[in-house]
């Protein structure tokens, strides 16, 4: 058990709503992702974070924001939900320099309707 | 070039048969290959895992198989059982912070 925790688990909302989702880490693990999970598509990454405020865009980044103010705390915002953001979404956590493994939290399903 | 191939999208294998998935790259500067098994409702979690430098490793029934020349490597399960069955991913990383994933694999296998 890596110790990461998402928030929350189920979501539905409607598009045009921001939807925030939360990642929780008791590690303190240097970098921290987001990725979203597709049919056919298996996990593709959003955004990364290195360190306190330090982000970066992943593959699909677009519609999406990010922000990492605590060590343990890696939040994910929808500016305006589409349906095509429907999705569960993964937070995953690893050590980096030399610690490749990533570690996966348990997701978020979310619906936008 | 960023890519990572895997096939076949689904697999069904009788218990006790070897399931092989197959990934393929392009990036020579890989470095690092992982496997991830995924149960339903659960996030993947670290299988195995092979640098270029070694052809073969082996863990448990779980096997990697590395190709350099080809590009190519692959997960094999020796005398797989039913609670092998899950969705497997394979990837590569030429950091040490990122994962290219390749599409996943639905594994059955039945009693």
């Known amino acids: 058990d890596a110790g990461i925790t998402q928030s929350p688990r189920h979501k539905v909302t409607e598009t045009g709503t921001p939807v925030t989702l939360r990642c929780h880490q008791t590690e303190n693990h240097r970098y921290m992702y987001w990725y979203r999970q597709d049919p056919g598509h298996g996990l593709r990454l959003i955004h990364y974070s290195y360190g306190v405020k330090d982000t970066d865009k992943g593959e699909v980044s677009d519609g999406y924001s990010v922000s990492r103010s605590k060590t343990e705390d890696f939040l994910l915002t929808l500016e305006s939900a589409t349906s095509s953001q429907t999705s569960v979404y993964f937070c995953?956590?690893?050590?980096?320099?030399?610690?490749?493994?990533?570690?996966f939290g348990p997701g978020t399903r979310l619906l936008v309707l | 070039q960023q890519q990572v191939k895997q096939s076949p999208q689904s697999l069904i294998v009788q218990k006790g048969g070897i399931p092989i998935i197959n990934c393929a790259y392009e990036n020579t500067a890989f470095d690092y290959f992982p496997w991830y098994q995924q149960f339903p409702g659960k996030g993947p979690a670290l299988l195995i895992a092979?640098?270029?430098d070694v052809s073969e490793k082996k863990e448990g029934r779980f096997t990697i198989s590395f190709n350099k020349s080809a590009k190519q490597f692959s997960l094999h399960i020796m005398d797989s059982q039913p609670g092998d069955s899950a969705t497997y991913f394979c990837?590569?990383?030429?950091?040490?912070?990122?994962?290219?994933w390749g599409a996943g694999t639905k594994l059955i296998i039945k009693p």
């Open positions: 995953a956590i690893s050590r980096g320099q030399g610690g490749e493994t990533q570690y």
């Open positions: 092979i640098r270029p």
């Open positions: 990837a590569a990383s030429i950091s040490n912070y990122q994962l290219i």
